[in-house]
């Protein structure tokens, strides 16, 4: 009936299916125990097409700070990870030195688990091979990157990782998902959580909002996975009001870009592929990577009046990717905006990126020219509720049985794409506190 109120109960709930709240749920399926999902986005499907993706996007892609960084989030069951280059970077050593969490043992369970491997030759298209062999010249370690990837689905016919993997190669947290709902986890989609309800300091449930109207979940125990963005949002909703306004980090990310007179672009090419990591210590990683075509033309178009060779160059042109490290810095307003000024070290790591990319790309045969790089955007928000700041180090909030696990925790600016960090904190979370009934 409507306006009715849908009641449901559950041992566990955890709130958001990307790669933090999939890998909760499938451990603790693993285990057993009675866990419902709930996930304010559909599942999308088909995936690898573009009016998929524009469902799946927040704010149809253009989502940005009140300053004017555009930030990428998808809402959807596997979160980020259905339009994430599926690289797999090992965290920083920072962690376990100076937070004393230790994941190695559950890095080492995921490598194993999902066969990480750094991308074969066969995968490596010809414009990334291009830039490889001129950032070599350059002087710089840049060799094939680790993958979440099944090579064996894998070939270069369609470089649509961006807008989701059709063939099933990339993982993606929805493999988690569909593990954990075959082990008897309930998934309830298009179910926003509104907030989270406690009483005497400990968590009691979860209200929200569904397809069909207002549902009420009681609960021993809220796992809060809505990502950097969402979790924070859905804290101070539940009058956790200093979550996300003691700054965060997003990884801010700008592309270079460049034309060469003849031979194969970057477009057709798996994005990520190959790049270096040795100035990873100074706040700086780089890779090869160009945006799929729709967001290449309207980038062209917003950039004002352009020559014809930019646009006609498309097929030909390479790309290189710097992501920085950035402070912490922002804050999430209660209404749902976001502010975060981008401001020194980052913008200096970005441009010092900037010019080694141009380098290798006129190296690559690239006319001085035709380089061109694109505002900074992010793609990585977190750090917005960071343990030891307001969390403890078994990821619980000041609420009893309220814990947070997605890339809100990372207790410092990363600079580096965090889901190998995030599935090992789920699993930690998992074997060393919620399996002991905490
Ligand atoms: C284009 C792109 C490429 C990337 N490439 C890489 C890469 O190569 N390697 C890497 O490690 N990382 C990469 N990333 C980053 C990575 O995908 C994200 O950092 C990661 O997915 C974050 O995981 P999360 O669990 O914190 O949140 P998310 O993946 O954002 O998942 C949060 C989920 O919670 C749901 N949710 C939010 N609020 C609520 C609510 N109130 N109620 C119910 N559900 C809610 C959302 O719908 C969403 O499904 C990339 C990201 C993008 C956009």
């Known amino acids: ?59 149809m892609g253009n989502f940005a700070s009140i300053e004017g960084t555009q930030m990428v989030r998808l809402l959807t069951v596997g979160g980020s990870t259905v339009s994430f280059c599926g690289v797999a970077y090992q965290p920083p050593a920072w962690l376990k030195d100076r937070h004393g969490i230790d994941i190695q043992p559950y890095l080492d369970e995921i490598n194993a688990e999902l066969d990480i491997k750094p991308m074969p030759e066969s995968l490596i298209g010809g414009g990334s091979r291009r830039i490889m062999a001129a950032a070599q010249e350059e002087g710089l370690d840049w060799k094939p990157l680790p993958h979440f990837l099944d090579a064996s689905k894998c070939d270069l016919s369609c470089p649509k990782c961006m807008i989701g993997c059709a063939k099933g190669a990339k993982w993606t947290a929805r493999e988690f998902v569909e593990e954990a709902t075959a082990a008897g986890v309930r998934l309830k989609t298009q179910a926003k959580a509104d907030d989270v309800l406690f009483d005497g300091g400990r968590v009691t449930g979860v209200r929200g909002t569904g397809k069909t109207g207002p549902f ?69 990683i780089m890779t090869d990577v160009i945006d799929p075509w729709p967001l290449y033309y309207f980038g062209m178009v917003m950039g004002g009046p352009r020559k014809a060779k930019f646009y006609t160059g498309f097929p030909r042109t390479l790309g290189i990717m710097t992501k920085s490290r950035d402070a912490l810095t922002g804050s999430i307003m209660p209404d749902g905006k976001v502010s975060k000024p981008l401001g020194s070290p980052e913008l200096d790591l970005l441009a010092k990126g900037r010019e080694i990319a141009t380098r290798v790309l006129v190296r690559a045969g690239c006319a001085p020219d035709s380089i061109l790089s694109a505002p900074p955007r992010g793609a990585h928000p977190g750090g917005t509720v960071r343990i030891d700041d307001f969390l403890d180090r078994d990821l619980q909030t000041p609420i009893a049985g309220l814990y947070v696990c997605d ?4 207790p410092e600016p990363m600079g580096l794409p965090p889901v190998m960090m995030i599935l090992g904190l789920a699993k930690r979370l998992v074997n060393e506190t919620l399996e002991k009934g905490a």
């Open 216 to 284: 009420l979940v009681e609960a021993e125990r809220v796992v809060v996975a809505g990502g950097g963005l969402g979790t924070p949002m859905l804290l101070q909703a539940s009058g956790l009001e200093d979550a996300g306004r003691n700054g965060f980090f997003i990884d801010p990310l700008q592309l270079t870009t460049g034309i060469p007179a003849k031979g194969p672009g970057s477009h057709k090419d798996i994005p990520m592929t190959c790049g270096t990591l040795e100035m990873q210590d100074e706040g700086i």
């Open 407 to 410: 890339s809100s925790v990372i």
């Open 1 to 59: 009936m409507a306006g009715e109120v849908e009641r449901l109960k559950a041992q566990t709930v955890v709130i958001g299916s990307g790669p933090g709240g999939a890998t909760v749920a499938r451990e603790l399926a693993r285990r057993g125990k009675e866990v419902l999902v709930l996930e304010e986005g559909a599942y999308h499907k088909p995936v690898g097409s573009w009016l998929t993706m524009l469902k799946m996007l927040d704010h």
